[in-house]
Nanobody
Framework: QVQLVESGGGLVQAGDSLRLSCAAS????????MGWFRQAPGKEREFVAG????????YYTDSMLGRFTISRDNTKNTVFLQMNSLKPEDTAVYYC?????????????????WGQGTQVTVSS
C-alpha cells in the first residue's frame, strides 16, 4: 500500500509557474513508476507526465511537452511537477499516481495508487 499526498496547487495568472509535489509513504518508493494526471470539470482524467522508477525515463502528453517537467527525489520519496507558462486551460485538479512497475503507462487503470488531488486554477 502506498499513500500519496499532493501539495503546491493554487490560483495563479496566465504565464505564471507552479511546482507541485507528491509525497509517498513507502520507503520502497523507488520501486514505483509515478505519473501526474489532471481532471478538469466535466472532463475525463488525463495523463500529464510520467517518470520511471529511477528517474531515467520521462514521458509527456504532447501539449505539456516543453512547459511541464516531471522529476523525482527517491531519497525524499517525492515526485514533482514543474509547470511553466501556465494557461487557463491548465485549470484542473492534479493527481499523482503510482504503479509498481518500471514501465511508464498513460492510462488511469494502469495505476494502483492515487493521491487526493490538488487544485490548480489559472486565471486569464
Amino acid at each position: 500500500q502506498v499513500q500519496l499526498v499532493e501539495s503546491g496547487g493554487g490560483l495563479v495568472q496566465a504565464g505564471d509557474s507552479l511546482r507541485l509535489s507528491c509525497a509517498a509513504s513507502r520507503d520502497t518508493f523507488s520501486s514505483y513508476t509515478m505519473g501526474w494526471f489532471r481532471q478538469a470539470p466535466g472532463k475525463e482524467r488525463e495523463f500529464v507526465a510520467g517518470i520511471s522508477w529511477s528517474g531515467g525515463s520521462t514521458y509527456y502528453t504532447d501539449s505539456m511537452l516543453g512547459r511541464f517537467t516531471i522529476s523525482r527525489d527517491n531519497t525524499k520519496n517525492t515526485v514533482f511537477l514543474q509547470m511553466n507558462s501556465l494557461k487557463p486551460e491548465d485549470t484542473a485538479v492534479y493527481y499523482c499516481a503510482a504503479r509498481r512497475s518500471r514501465v511508464i503507462r498513460t492510462a488511469t487503470e494502469d495505476y494502483s495508487y492515487w493521491g487526493q488531488g490538488t487544485q490548480v486554477t489559472v486565471s486569464s
